[in-house]
């Protein structure tokens, strides 16, 4: 099991940018894909990015792409979410995953994904 805890959270203006980080721990951390999930308000938790284990591969939701970037430390153990251009609808809470799989973290629908972090709240104003 991993253990994950995100922060960077917090309050922002419309096309401002945030990042989110999120710490691993319990595993080799290099061996686990990672992505960011997010969760508004009655709304389905929806995929936002991945990350493979060694960094070389990543993949976005079409609602994020160009404007936010998922990126990891493997030395640090923390994967990050680099997020620009914010707008209102980006409110939500964010998730941080982990998989020994990069498919089940880029496949999007989480369902094969145990390990997961508490969430960061983002909101964004108009």
């Known amino acids: 099991q991993v253990q994950l805890v995100e922060s960077g959270g917090g309050l922002v203006q419309a096309g401002d940018s945030l990042r989110l980080s999120c710490a691993a721990s319990g595993r080799t951390f290099s061996n686990y894909a990672m992505g960011w999930f997010r969760q508004a308000p009655g709304k389905e938790r929806e995929f936002v990015a991945a990350i493979s284990g060694a960094g070389r591969a990543t993949y976005y939701a079409d609602s994020v792409k160009g404007r936010f970037t998922i990126s990891r430390d493997n030395a640090k153990n923390t994967v990050y979410l680099q997020m620009s251009s914010l707008k209102p609808e980006d409110t939500a809470v964010y998730y941080c995953?982990?998989?020994?799989?990069?498919?089940?973290?880029?496949?999007?629908?989480?369902?094969?994904?145990?390990?997961w972090g508490q969430g960061t709240q983002v909101t964004v104003s108009s």
């Open positions: 995953a982990a998989n020994p799989l990069y498919y089940n973290i880029y496949s999007g629908s989480g369902h094969n994904i145990d390990d």
